[in-house]
């Protein structure tokens, strides 16, 4: 529960940043408006609680960005602000408000670009703040999940359309030309698109290894090396002896062993995990065998797109870079538009997947999923998805689904090249980003048009917010904040106040800094150059004060605070710890691309009987 002093910090931030806005911008926000302003958030959030910070000034950020996209006409009276006289304009931060917008509520000819920057660093900042959420969002969560499963399972009748469709045109003797871009169409040169892609592919050629989150099966960490149960599909494409065991010697040595093993079909499970004041996140945790197989047969799919000369341009995994760069360029040009999907891991059916897919690959993608899932009421869901969020294999399947029906719906080269896909961030033309969304709907997978930004100046894509060419993203912050020293809130808000030190922020800096200050004491600047959290610039009078030489190092170091994860020491079974080693210490090395090999690579210190917890980060102080 938000107790009055976590209001008085959050409104202390807000009157802090309208401060910085003041200082920069006196021009246009003088000390009389910014008094009026301060006031009017005190008062409204005294009225509303912290909701009026985390819910109704992001959602008139999200009207703002709408109107900019050129979507909607901003009106304040139907968000829940006064408007000014003669005008749809809300009368808080109506100075900037005016040099973005007509009185009418429709974009100027030519806005301010740092205006906007302005109205978004102060009306976003708390939007995902992670504060808690009611029981009925976690019910709305769950029902929307089950809702999708009955949307899929509808949207299939569709694809055996198009199946008949696709049947109608194979059998046209002597027409090879493919003429516009029906779904039958896509469907054939998207299956040509992928075979393509996985004609050179191995799926047999995968190191298995586990991840980092829970299992369905309720393994510890430690008993994740020792299988009790393999689901016989997964059998029939990865056996047990070659992909569950560290050598032969290992097989032989555990024949009692596998003799035990069951071959049960088990189901995933779904769990919430906290996201932020608008509710939680589903995720849907795999089984053991499963996420065994899941996650070595995901890394090879991305390493293999990510080298393949038909896909290393347009579709990516670990590098949001080109995205972000797209998004800028076309709040320049106008010229990119970037596509958001709604529910995206959910709505990419199995159906559509067995469509799309060659079988050389589809065989394996399908006897590596779980067939059901099992909700916290108990109750069993079939999933008509291909795979949930949680799945190792959902990310990569879905980047590449999406990729191949827009690039074979892309009525020229140019167009093609321009399509740059991460996950469910989509990059394409604006002039086919029309089409691009009826494509995409037609396969059953859901536009979100609200963030999605098709014309104007306003575009956003992998956590890059660009207005004509000026980088717009605020600052958003998760962490709560506690008087009660914490790992997450001490590295979560040095990072936040070295992000508005960043955008020039000073007095949100220097406000943050101090309440860090009164329940960390010392803290470390940058320039001390320390392996630690540390702050862009530190007060003298916070300097940490104790130092030592080192001379084995040849270093001046420090006794500051640092996040330690404490590590569990469990000795198992001596072959299942040389398959941890196997998996866990030398893929890089193993099956890594030798151009990307390091010292590093070869010397990293690695103990197969120390596990780490997640989210179990302890303060420390040691010599840094």
């Known amino acids: 529960m938000v107790t009055n002093k976590s209001l008085d910090k959050t409104v202390s931030l807000i009157a802090a940043l309208l401060s910085d806005v003041q200082t920069s911008h006196d021009g246009v926000f003088n000390k009389r408006a910014l008094r009026l302003t301060c006031k009017q958030v005190e008062r409204r959030t005294r009225l509303e609680g912290l909701g009026f910070l985390t819910k109704t000034l992001p959602r008139l950020g999200k009207a703002l960005d709408k109107a900019l996209s050129g979507n909607t006409i901003l009106n304040a009276s139907k968000l829940g602000f006064a408007a000014m006289p003669n005008s749809k304009l809300p009368r808080f931060l109506g100075e900037f408000f005016s040099l973005v917008f007509h009185p009418d509520g429709t974009v100027l000819q030519n806005p301010c670009a740092e205006s906007v920057r302005v109205l978004r660093l102060v009306l976003y900042p708390f939007y995902k703040y992670e504060t808690p959420y009611s029981d009925r969002s976690e019910q709305d969560v769950i029902d929307k999940f089950v809702r999708t499963e009955g949307d899929i399972l509808e949207h299939s009748a569709k694809l055996q359309d198009y199946v008949l469709q696709l049947s109608g045109l194979m059998n046209q003797t002597g027409r090879r030309r493919f003429v516009g871009a029906t779904p039958a169409h896509i469907i054939r040169r998207a299956r040509i698109l992928l075979n393509r892609v996985f004609s050179s592919f191995d799926p047999h050629d995968i190191v298995p290894r ?162 059901s899932t099992r909700l916290p009421d108990g109750k069993e869901l079939k999933l008509n998805k291909f795979a949930p969020m949680g799945s190792a294999l959902c990310f990569p399947i879905l980047a590449l689904t999406v990729w191949a029906i827009l690039t074979a ?71 709560v904040w506690s008087s009660t020293p914490s790992p997450s809130v001490y590295t979560s808000w040095i990072a936040y106040a070295n992000s508005f030190y960043d955008k020039q922020c000073y007095n949100t800096y220097d406000l943050i800094v101090s309440w860090l200050s009164e329940v960390y004491k010392d803290i470390p600047g940058e320039d001390m150059n320390l392996s630690c959290p540390s702050l862009r610039v530190t007060p003298d009078q916070l300097r940490p004060s104790r130092r030592r030489l080192n001379k084995s190092l040849q270093k001046l170091e420090y006794y500051v605070l640092d996040v330690k994860a404490p590590v569990i020491n469990k000795v198992i079974p001596g072959w299942s710890m040389l398959l941890r080693y196997f998996t866990e210490a030398a893929p890089s090395i193993t099956h890594g691309d030798p151009r990307s090999w390091t010292r590093e690579s070869f010397n990293t210190p690695f103990s197969a009987s120390q596990y780490t917890k997640r989210r179990t980060s302890m303060l420390v102080r040691r010599w840094r």
């Not at 995206?344 to 993608?365: C, H, Y």
């Not at 090249?417 to 029309?434: C, F, K, Q, R, W």
């Not at 995409?440 to 992998?462: A, H």
Request: charged fraction near 25%; charge should be neutral.
């Open 210 to 371: 586990h991840g980092p989150g829970a299992v369905s099966t309720k393994e510890k960490l430690w008993d994740k090396f020792r299988f009790t149960n393999v689901s016989p599909r997964i059998n029939s494409v990865y056996p047990l002896d070659a992909y569950y065991y560290a050598s032969l010697s290992h097989v032989v040595d555990d024949l009692d062993g596998i003799r035990s093993i069951n071959s049960k079909e088990s189901s995933a499970k779904v769990i919430l995990v906290p996201k932020d004041s608008r509710g939680p996140r589903l995720i849907s945790c795999e089984p053991l065998d499963f996420q065994w197989i899941q996650q070595g047969l995901g890394s090879a799919i991305v390493r293999h797109v990510e080298h393949h000369p038909t896909t290393k341009w347009n579709v990516f995994f670990t590098d949001q870079g080109p995205n972000r760069r797209g998004a800028e360029l076309g709040s320049i040009t106008g010229k990119y538009a970037t596509l958001d999907l709604n529910e995206a891991s959910d709505r990419v059916s199995l159906d559509l997947v067995r469509l799309l897919f060659p079988e050389k690959i589809s065989i394996f993608l399908e006897n590596c999923r779980s067939l």
């Open 409 to 479: 719906g892309s009525p020229d080269a140019d167009t093609r090249e321009s399509i740059l896909v991460y996950g469910d961030d989509v990059i394409v033309p604006t002039a086919h980003a029309a089409n691009a969304i009826e494509q995409l709907e037609s396969f059953g997978l859901k536009v979100n048009r609200d963030k999605s930004c098709t014309s104007g100046f306003f575009r956003e894509s992998c956590g890059m917010d660009a207005f004509k060419g000026l980088n717009v993203t605020p600052v958003r912050l998760r962490t």
